[in-house]
């Protein structure tokens, strides 16, 4: 079965450098989400788009912006990087309709800030 | 908002013997609760889920959990642990409105020894 994916694996940027996430969520899956998870620490919200209009906002920085486009897939933009963005961020999935209310996880981005 | 408290940071334990890894949340809402297992350098797996009806839920790899509601917790459990489930376990909730986001809790890494 198809699952959420997530691009690059894993991304090394330098201080000050931009970087750009992408996610692609399984097929007829509308909403997307997208979470930040530093070392040793949980899962952060950060924003969330439902038929690609924001539908959601957590603590996501002014820095970092991101958008859902036509084919659902969603891309996370980070600017003027900090060496405290590096952190694995994880894209999910979801219908919005039907009882399946899972979310289902990308296997993440590993960035890398230096 | 909801608020998810895992009491325990580590749980040790010897292969075979039955483990508890305990979930406690906050909500003025109801909600769906969810156990996540990340493996090293992984991404997140879904558990089990609890919707509704029974409060009794059985996930995969032999793990279940129980909703209550009355001391709001959804403690995880499995009779007899394998060394493979060396893991961190998160438990998630996330409200039963539209474009519900997960909050989780911190995470509790259950280490299995021989």
């Known amino acids: 079965a198809a699952g959420v994916i997530q691009s690059p694996r894993h991304l090394i940027k330098e201080k000050r450098e931009t970087a750009t996430l992408k996610c692609y969520p399984i097929?007829?899956?509308?909403?997307v989400y997208w979470y930040q998870q530093g070392p040793g620490q949980d899962p952060q919200f950060l924003i969330s788009?439902?038929?690609?209009?924001?539908?959601d906002k957590g603590s996501i920085p002014d820095r970092f912006s991101a958008q859902q486009f036509s084919d659902y897939h969603s891309e996370l933009n980070m600017s003027s990087l900090e060496l405290g963005d590096s952190a694995l961020y994880f894209c999910a999935s979801r219908p919005l309709e039907g009882k399946n209310t899972e979310a289902f996880f990308g296997q993440g981005t590993r960035l890398t800030v230096v | 908002a909801q608020s998810v408290t895992q009491l325990d940071s580590q749980v040790p334990v010897f292969e075979e013997a039955p483990v508890e890894l305990r979930c406690n949340y906050s909500?003025?809402?109801?909600?769906?609760l969810f156990w996540y297992v990340q493996y090293p350098n992984q991404g997140l797996q879904l558990l089990l889920k609890y919707l509704s009806g029974s409060t009794l839920v059985k996930g995969i790899n032999g793990f279940e959990a129980e909703f209550n509601k009355s001391q709001t917790s959804f403690h995880l459990r499995k009779p007899s642990v394998h060394i493979s489930d060396t893991a961190e376990y998160f438990c998630a909730v996330s409200d039963r409105g539209s474009f519900q986001k997960l909050v989780f809790g911190t995470g509790t890494r259950l280490l299995v020894s021989p």
């Open positions: 097929p007829r899956h509308d909403t």
């Open positions: 909500s003025s809402v109801s909600v769906y």
């Open positions: 788009f439902y038929e690609k209009m924001q539908s």
